[in-house]
């Protein structure tokens, strides 16, 4: 059986994150891998795996934070709100000048709500939004919170009637950049999409430490893993004990914590409750 922990992965362009999964299950070979979020087929970079035990970290690290690098097109909007979809309306940029972009940049930082783009994974009455796209229904989403903390642009260039630039992006998990192309579009007056997108990090882990070789990969194990992607707390013997019958703990936490006995052993992770500590998922029995 396959060693639990988690899998960094370089997805390259032109699959799906379903995919990637496949091609880990067959290399690892194991049935138990999922992902930490999904990269879309024309997107590249950082795709977390679980494997074995390691699949149940996956929820929690979903909520981390994220860094990307993306270019976007001004002057035209397409379906997808990416390269991949039809162009649906044009519009000039000559007018346009970098001081324009950056001045309309300041409104996609800190919090702020966001359209998910109607082609995403979000469930609508059960069905994917993208399939239900994909059918020919019309998908109008709600907005969602999300946080951009870091939003710059560069490298900006004229390609004909059109205007790309670099984008810096480190924000919450659930925010589109293909939304804020499409947004950034928007609000100049002159549509825009995606035509490149890389991840950088998914929390802690980044292109650095990142396989390119799906058929030769590498379990970061379970413990190593929660401890660079939770805090972490050493507990006593007793208190091991307590966790191993999903006990609550005496501890007064600030965040999900994740428990390891004295030899090291990750057991499980906590969550915050008041005076006490309860359990979020455990690990061993």
């Given at each position: 059986m396959a060693s639990s922990g988690l899998v960094v992965i370089d997805k390259p362009a032109g699959i799906t994150s379903h995919t990637a999964v496949a091609r880990a299950r067959r290399s690892l070979g194991t049935r138990k891998?999922?992902?930490?979020?999904?990269?879309?087929?024309?997107?590249?970079?950082?795709?977390?795996?679980?494997?074995?035990?390691?699949?149940?970290?996956?929820?929690?690290?979903?909520?981390?934070?994220?860094?990307?690098?993306?270019?976007?097109?001004?002057?035209?909007?397409?379906?997808?709100?990416d390269a991949e979809g039809d162009v649906v309306a044009t519009a000039g940029t000559a007018h346009l000048a970098e001081a324009d972009v950056r001045a309309a940049l300041e409104a996609f930082r800190g919090e702020i709500d966001q359209v998910p783009t109607a082609v995403s994974a979000i469930k609508v009455d059960g069905?994917?939004?993208?399939?239900?796209?994909?059918?020919?229904?019309?998908?109008?989403?709600?907005?969602?919170?999300?946080?951009?903390?870091?939003?710059?642009?560069?490298?900006?260039?004229?390609?004909?009637?059109?205007?790309?630039?670099?984008?810096?992006?480190?924000?919450?998990?659930?925010?589109?950049?293909?939304?804020?192309?499409?947004?950034?579009?928007?609000?100049?007056?002159?549509?825009?999409?995606?035509?490149?997108?890389?991840?950088?990090?998914?929390?802690?882990?980044?292109?650095?430490?990142?396989?390119?070789?799906?058929?030769?990969?590498?379990?970061?194990p379970i413990a190593e893993a929660a401890r660079r992607s939770f805090p972490s707390l050493d507990l006593d013997e007793e208190q091991a004990r307590d966790v191993r019958y999903g006990r609550p703990l005496e501890l007064p936490l600030e965040v999900l914590t994740a428990v390891f006995a004295p030899d090291g052993e990750f057991l499980a992770l906590y969550r915050p409750d008041g005076a006490t500590a309860r359990p979020a998922a455990v690990f061993v029995g």
């Open positions: 891998v999922g992902h930490a979020g999904t990269l879309d087929p024309m997107a590249t970079g950082v795709l977390v795996l679980g494997v074995e035990r390691g699949t149940r970290l996956l929820g929690h690290l979903m909520l981390t934070e994220k860094t990307y690098s993306a270019t976007v097109r001004l002057g035209a909007s397409t379906t997808t709100d069905k994917r939004a993208y399939a239900r796209v994909r059918a020919g229904e019309d998908v109008v989403l709600e907005p969602r919170r999300v946080t951009v903390h870091e939003l710059e642009a560069d490298g900006f260039r004229r390609d004909g009637e059109h205007l790309d630039l670099d984008l810096r992006v480190r924000c919450s998990s659930g925010t589109y950049i293909r939304a804020i192309a499409r947004d950034l579009g928007a609000a100049l007056g002159v549509g825009g999409h995606l035509t490149a997108l890389r991840r950088h990090a998914v929390g802690p882990f980044g292109l650095a430490e990142a396989s390119s070789d799906l058929d030769d990969l590498t379990v970061l």
